[in-house]
């Protein structure tokens, strides 16, 4: 019914027998089909000796963590001398921004920081969470830092340079959140001051 008040025909918008009596009848299908396959599955999976490991072990990523410090080194082969400064400042300014925020945003991490048990992720986490307290969270230094430098040196990569330091910085990054020391949130903005800085602090071509 249209009117004034409420200009719009509801008729038009109830569908129409026909695709109500489809949709139920294939809406019983498909759970006919989901619970006659997905309990199954995981009954007869649970029987078998060895299931595969699809998945990386979550002490791997240390070594993509711990990277970031070879970043550092990249700048030499890949920045000319005269666009350093820039990207110099923009470490500098993100560690000063970084600090107030800390101060303001005083967070702890929400994760449970457990040691493995594997050598030699034993004595590599155990001394990372011994430096580096659970707290100086938001935003994640360690991914500004990572940003800053990797963007940079991709500015001036070439062929299929810029490709891989994309890639080097997205396991990186993904890496702070593996390894128990930062939430997404701290990545966010993170982002977000990296974003900021290379606006202000840019690092020129030509």
Known sequence: MVSELWPVDLRADVPAAGRVRTYLVWSFWIG???FGVYPAMNWVTSLRRAPLHLYFQRELFIWA???MYLLFLLPLFLIPAARMPALGRQLIAG?????VFFLLIPAELGFAREVPAQAPYTAMYARMFGIDRPFNLVPSLHVIYSCAIALACADFGRGAVPMAIYGWLAVIV???VFVHQHHLLDLA?????VAF???RYEVKHG
């Open 95 to 99: 560690t000063l921004a970084s600090a």
């Open 189 to 193: 903005s993170a982002f977000a001051v």
């Open 197 to 199: 800085l290379r606006r």
């Open 65 to 67: 963590y711990l990277s």
């Open 32 to 34: 006919v089909a989901f």
């Open 174 to 176: 993904a890496s702070t």
